[in-house]
């Protein structure tokens, strides 16, 4: 930055260029395993991404990583699959160090990357995150109530993709189960998933569930 005639900062006119040093740029956390109803979930860990988002779906080909197979984003994660021949024990620090550097050359170009990202792998992009809420993060929880949650659809509707589950064992047709589908599944994968627009329970019941609809989010904002 300049100074002015009195030694004070020099004003910065409309055509300054933009100081890319603030921008958002993401960044790896740690890494989990995948739940073993991922498909190759023995050959599969889900590393989390700090600050920037990642777009949904993006599948990026990473030359510099041939220890991987595929890679699927998520806004806070990364989906890695190691190729036959690799392995987690001897390849984890490369694959880390590598997918550090590709999402760093990768921050200034995510908006385009986003844009040409088809609705078929944003839809399994959900589901990944969907089976990692329901099969991983809260699979202690359903189970401690002698639940079970399976995941029968994904699809993306006008408002966003809409997560279409049903219950079994004790939860279903249990009137508590609304509380599960939407102050814990709905509510954690919204948090991995901003643009979600509902998980939904597809559940046949031969009755009307009392509390339907009470505890559903807000509609997700268009604009």
């Given at each position: 930055?300049?100074?002015?005639?009195?030694?004070?900062?020099?004003?910065?006119?409309?055509?300054?260029?933009?100081?890319?040093?603030?921008?958002?740029?993401?960044?790896?956390?740690?890494?989990?395993?995948?739940?073993?109803?991922?498909?190759?979930?023995?050959?599969?860990?889900?590393?989390?991404?700090?600050?920037?988002?990642?777009?949904?779906?993006?599948?990026?080909?990473?030359?510099?990583?041939?220890?991987?197979?595929?890679?699927?984003?998520?806004?806070?994660?990364?989906?890695?699959?190691?190729?036959?021949?690799?392995?987690?024990?001897?390849?984890?620090?490369?694959?880390?160090?590598?997918?550090?550097?590709?999402?760093?050359?990768?921050?200034?170009?995510?908006?385009?990357?986003?844009?040409?990202?088809?609705?078929?792998?944003?839809?399994?992009?959900?589901?990944?995150?969907?089976?990692d809420v329901i099969d991983g993060d809260l699979a202690p929880y359903i189970a401690s109530h002698g639940g079970k949650v399976h995941i029968v659809g994904v699809e993306w509707g006008d408002a966003g993709p809409v997560v279409s589950v049903e219950f079994a064992g004790a939860c279903k047709g249990c009137e508590l189960s609304e509380v599960t589908l939407h102050l814990r599944i709905e509510k954690a994968l919204a948090e991995r998933v901003p643009a979600l627009a509902e998980v939904r329970d597809a559940t046949p019941r031969t009755a009307p569930r009392l509390f339907q609809g009470l505890f559903r989010r807000p509609p997700v904002s268009s604009s």
């Open positions: 930055m300049g100074v002015g005639s009195d030694g004070s900062p020099a004003s910065v006119g409309p055509h300054a260029l933009p100081d890319h040093s603030q921008r958002a740029v993401p960044s790896l956390g740690h890494a989990t395993p995948a739940p073993t109803s991922v498909t190759g979930a023995e050959r599969a860990l889900r590393w989390s991404v700090q600050g920037a988002s990642l777009p949904l779906g993006w599948e990026p080909i990473a030359e510099a990583l041939p220890q991987l197979e595929r890679i699927v984003a998520e806004p806070h994660g990364l989906w890695v699959w190691l190729r036959a021949g690799y392995s987690w024990r001897n390849d984890a620090e490369a694959v880390r160090e590598g997918l550090a550097l590709m999402i760093a050359e990768a921050a200034p170009h995510l908006a385009e990357f986003e844009s040409q990202i088809g609705v078929d792998r944003r839809v399994e992009a959900v589901r990944l995150a969907a089976t």
